[in-house]
């Protein structure tokens, strides 16, 4: 099968590659038809690492995937061959105390496409597992159901904030995960959401998905934290979201935040140190925590946008063929040419 590969940093060639042979119960053969560039996938062409994880040998990249069902082993019933699918990219052991708690995103065991060691999905075949394929509604596109990745990381988001009806939100950050934050955070009836960002085309974009409840910061214009105190009489916001991934953006987070409030941190910085003032941590009192990925939340992406709650077509500015797989990272990895959400069609 044909498949982008990545060799080192900044050089990803196309190759014919082995397609992957079932070997284990429960395995399903998908082939792709759409993936996501990720941010991920950017930083691991990029730098040829990611946080803690380093490119040594050859790496398929891609785990924001939707295909089809071309071949699954006996016992498989919960897909049949036809059907259109979401691949959720990870598979937990379900045996850890983690699984058994219902945690399994932190599954110490968790095989994830697209890391050192785990082929990803820039190929026109994966394995999976049929409790992590999830069947596409009748309207939704191959496109579309490759973003339920990144819509379950909002949603996981959104749980780990606990965003209730009439709060106030702050999103730091008008990238792909922080535009989709914003969306389910005015799906769980957040009244007002302040989004921040340095590209004044992204916060124009952001405004048509609910004009009257969301406020644009344009971080190169505007001191985010005074604004969105001054806009709240001081007192802050219910809850923050930090979608960026900046020093700046983790620094200000709790400083925007109200006395009691609750910080969610969604970005990955590149830092290894979180930048927090003591006496903002101590005198707000603010609940700080973070996502790493998700965990049974791409049934509620799939209902959420196939209900028409969140729109995910929007964000797809650009598209890409496997053959040009490397100029989606580019693009990706330096923030070029306005865009928001690459998608590769295989």
């Not at 785990?63 to 498989?76: I, L, W």
């Not at 950050?173 to 921040?196: D, E, M, R």
């Not at 028409?308 to 797809?316: A, E």
Request: hydrophobic share 40%.
């Amino acid at each position: 099968m044909k498949a982008a590969v990545l060799i080192e940093a900044k050089n990803v060639v196309i190759q014919d590659v082995p397609e992957p042979v079932m070997s284990k119960p429960n395995q399903v053969k998908v082939r792709v038809k759409s993936v996501g560039v990720c941010g991920s996938d950017a930083h691991f062409y990029q730098d040829g690492r990611l946080a803690d994880w380093v490119v040594e040998n050859p790496l398929i990249l891609g785990h924001e995937c939707a295909g089809e069902v071309v071949e699954v082993v006996p016992g498989v019933n919960r897909v049949t061959v036809g059907d259109r699918v979401a691949v959720e990219p990870g598979i937990p052991c379900r045996k850890c105390e983690w699984c058994k708690r219902g945690e399994y995103h932190l599954c110490p065991e968790m095989v994830f496409m697209a890391v050192p060691g785990v082929n990803g999905a820039f190929a026109e075949y994966v394995l999976s597992e049929e409790d992590f394929l999830f069947p596409l509604p009748e309207k939704m596109t191959f496109e579309e159901g490759a973003l339920m990745e990144p819509l379950a990381v909002a949603v996981e988001a959104t749980k780990l904030a606990e965003i209730f009806l009439g709060d106030s939100v702050a999103i730091l950050g008008a990238g792909t995960i922080g535009i989709l934050c914003l969306q389910t955070a005015l799906a769980a009836g957040a009244t007002k959401v302040f989004i921040s960002d340095i590209n004044p085309l992204k916060l124009d974009f952001v405004k048509r998905f609910s004009p009257d409840r969301i406020v644009t910061i344009d971080a190169t214009q505007t001191n985010t934290q005074e604004e969105i105190l001054k806009n709240t009489q001081g007192r802050g916001v219910d809850k923050t979201l930090e979608t960026a991934g900046t020093f700046e953006t983790f620094r200000i987070s709790p400083s925007v935040t109200r006395r009691g409030g609750r910080v969610t941190l969604v970005g990955i910085p590149p830092f290894q140190e979180y930048p927090f003032r003591a006496s903002d941590l101590f005198d707000r009192t603010v609940t700080i925590n973070a996502v790493y990925r998700y965990a049974n939340d791409y049934p509620i992406a799939i209902r959420l946008a196939d209900k028409g709650l969140v729109d995910v077509k929007p964000i797809i500015t650009h598209r890409f063929s496997l053959d040009d797989v490397k100029r989606g990272l580019e693009i990706t990895a330096n923030r070029s040419d306005n865009v928001i959400k690459g998608i590769v069609n295989v």
